[in-house]
Each structure stands twice: as C-alpha cells, then as structure tokens.
C-alpha cells in the first residue's frame, strides 16, 4: 500500500491550495481516508475524513468552511481543496486510510508521505 501526497506549497493568506493523495495497493471503495497536519513543535492534528460508504465528510472546527475533502473512486485519490488560507494553516499534511472514517490518527493504519504546506502574512 502506497499513498503519495502531493500539492503543497507556499501561498499568501487568503489563497487556496489543492492537495491530493493518490493512493495504491488499496481502493477507496473500501477505505476511508483521512488528512491531518502537524505544524512545526505541534502534535498532529486532525483536519478532515470521507468515508468509503457514502461520502460523508468530517472536518476540524479549524478548517470547517474553508476546507473540502473529495474522492475520485475511478482515479483512486482524495483531494483536499482549501481556500481563505490563514498563516495558522502552515504545517506538513499527511493522508492516512484505514476501513473507518476518524479523527483519530492512532486508528489509521496507513500514512502518506506528507507534503508542506506555507501561509506567508
């Protein structure tokens, strides 16, 4: 199993991002997938998760409203749209999967890579 994240960068606040997280050796027909973020000296944190049933999506307060997470089941990768981006936001972001949609990132049982993500003030 494989999940590859990419789309991070550095943007100014205010901007939008897209991440994606392509992921192999599993299907997101069967899996829940999940992005949290660690800032620098920060434990990671939850940021938002889609199940693999119905599409239901679950967000951080922090993010709710600004952030959208999406499947595509025929290209087998979650994006992560966010937009109004805030210095605050600034943190490598992770995506995770595993059978159930969680906060929890001790209940994933696989991880991407990570990719940075910059909000400059």
């Known amino acids: 199993v494989q999940l590859q994240a990419s789309g991070g960068g550095l943007v100014q606040a205010g901007g939008s991002l897209r991440l994606s997280c392509a992921a192999s050796?599993?299907?997101?027909?069967?899996?829940?997938m999940g992005w949290f973020r660690q800032a620098s000296g920060k434990e990671r944190e939850f940021v938002a998760a889609i199940t693999w049933s119905n599409g239901r999506t679950y967000y951080s307060d922090s993010v709710k409203g600004r952030f959208t997470i999406s499947r595509d089941n025929a290209e087998n990768t979650v994006h992560l749209q966010m937009n109004s981006l805030k210095p605050e936001d600034t943190a490598v972001y992770y995506c995770?999967?595993?059978?159930?949609?969680?906060?929890?990132?001790?209940?994933?049982?696989?991880w991407g890579q990570g990719t940075q993500v910059t909000v400059s003030s």
């Open positions: 050796g599993l299907s997101l027909r069967s899996y829940a």
């Open positions: 995770a999967a595993q059978k159930y949609a969680s906060r929890y990132d001790s209940e994933y049982d696989y």
